[in-house]
């Protein structure tokens, strides 16, 4: 079912579909650090705004069958480069994640890579690992979602490695 998974550049038009995905208060939940207020339309559109202005920052979406379901995207935080995802909470537990992250790390020629994940967040843990990140750090900060401090493993896709996620 991953191998129907496909990476594009972000377009206007797949921005609806990114803000319902962001509706669905367990994603929120198990995501942690998302947006303060997942129902401000405004503040959506400012931050993609943002993102899209900025040339150093890789974003795509990703499509199912043509069907939009999620995003992936590699950002400078300092030094260093880090990955974010999300995929419609419609479409989990089918590899759609794992894929499309496969797809970005091969788009990406630097390395390493950092991500972030909530300690109790498992299956964003499991993506990670399987497209070969491995925990280098903890940290914490405060979860809107949540609305208290959430622990996390820091994660790296270490300088040697190549993507190879099977599909």
């Not at 999620?70 to 894929?99: K, L, M």
């Not at 909530?118 to 900060?141: P, T």
């Not at 401090?149 to 190879?164: K, M, R």
Request: hydrophobic share 40%; glycine share 8%.
């Amino acid at each position: 079912m991953t191998s129907e998974v496909r990476l594009r550049p972000v377009r206007d038009d797949d921005l609806p579909a990114f803000f319902r995905h962001e509706q669905d208060p367990q994603a929120n939940w198990m995501a942690a650090f998302g947006p303060k207020d997942p129902a401000d339309r405004a503040a959506f559109d400012a931050h993609w705004a943002r993102i899209r202005a900025d040339p150093r920052i890789v974003s795509r979406t990703v499509t199912v069958g043509g069907e939009v379901v999620g995003r992936v995207a590699a950002f400078p935080v300092g030094e260093h480069t880090e990955i974010s995802y999300w995929i419609d909470p419609r479409r989990w537990g089918r590899g759609h994640a794992t894929a499309a992250l496969g797809e970005l790390l091969r788009e990406l020629p630097q390395r390493p890579v950092h991500a972030r994940a909530a300690k109790d967040n498992a299956a964003s843990l499991a993506v990670l690992r399987k497209c070969g990140f491995v925990v280098v750090g903890e940290d914490s900060g405060y979860a809107e979602s949540r609305g208290t401090e959430v622990e996390e493993y820091v994660l790296e896709l270490p300088a040697w490695s190549i993507a190879q996620v099977d599909d």
